[in-house]
C-alpha cells in the first residue's frame, strides 16, 4: 500500500470507527443506568465486543487485544466463573498480550492500565454500587485514550457517560439510603 493510500483511508477509518464507537457508546451509557449487576455486565460485554471491531479501524491493536480478553473476563463475571484464580490469570494475560502488541507508545499503556483497574474491580466487588462507580473510574480512563487515538465519538461518549454514571450512582445511593432510613423508622 502506497502513502497516497494509506492518507486517503485514515479519514475513512476514522469515520466508520466513531460510527462503530458511537454504538459502543450506547452500550456503555445503558451498563450505567441499569441497577442489576448481571445486566450492566452484560452491557459492558456488548461494548467491549463492539471496541473491538472499532479498534481495528483505530490501528489500536492493543485496544482490539485488551477489548478482546476484557470480553472473555466480562463473559466469566456473568456466568459467575470469576475467582481469583481467573482474576490472576486475566491480570497477566492482559498486560503480558497488552504490552506485546502495543504499537502506541506511553498512549496503549492507558488501556493496559484501565483493564487492571477493571480486573480486580470484577472481583473484589458484587454490589451495583460498588461495580457502578468502578465503571466510571475505568471510563474516566478511557476519556484519555480515545482523545489521544482520534475516537473522538467514544472520547463525548466517555464523558457522557461518566456524568450519567456519577448522576445514576448519586441517585442509587440515594434511593439505598433513603430505603434504609425508612426502614429503620418503621420496624416491622
Avoid: H
Avoid at 452491557?43 to 479498534?55: D, E, G, P
Avoid at 490472576?88 to 502495543?102: C, D
Avoid at 448522576?167 to 420496624?187: G, H
Amino acid at each position: 500500500m502506497d502513502l497516497a493510500t494509506t492518507i486517503m483511508s485514515l479519514p475513512t477509518n476514522i469515520i466508520i470507527g466513531n460510527f462503530i464507537s458511537l454504538i459502543a457508546g450506547i452500550f456503555i451509557i445503558a451498563s450505567l443506568i441499569i441497577n442489576d449487576d448481571k445486566k450492566a455486565y452484560t452491557f459492558q460485554l456488548l461494548n467491549t465486543l463492539t471496541l473491538v471491531i472499532a479498534s481495528f479501524f483505530f490501528n489500536s491493536i492493543v485496544g482490539a487485544v485488551i477489548m478482546a480478553i476484557a470480553s472473555v473476563r466480562i463473559y466469566m463475571v456473568i456466568k459467575d466463573r470469576f475467582t481469583i484464580r481467573w482474576t490472576i490469570f486475566f491480570l497477566i494475560l492482559s498486560v503480558v498480550i497488552g504490552l506485546w502488541v502495543n504499537t502506541l507508545g506511553l498512549v496503549g499503556l492507558i488501556p493496559i492500565v484501565a483493564v487492571i483497574q477493571i480486573t480486580i474491580c470484577n472481583y473484589a466487588y458484587k454490589d451495583i454500587r460498588w461495580i457502578k462507580l468502578s465503571f466510571i473510574v475505568n471510563e474516566s480512563f478511557y476519556i484519555f485514550y480515545f482523545f489521544l487515538i482520534y475516537d473522538y465519538v467514544s472520547t463525548l461518549i466517555q464523558i457522557l457517560t461518566v456524568v450519567i454514571g456519577c448522576v445514576s450512582y448519586v441517585k442509587l445511593v440515594s434511593d439505598r439510603n433513603a430505603a434504609e432510613k425508612k426502614t429503620n423508622q418503621n420496624p416491622t
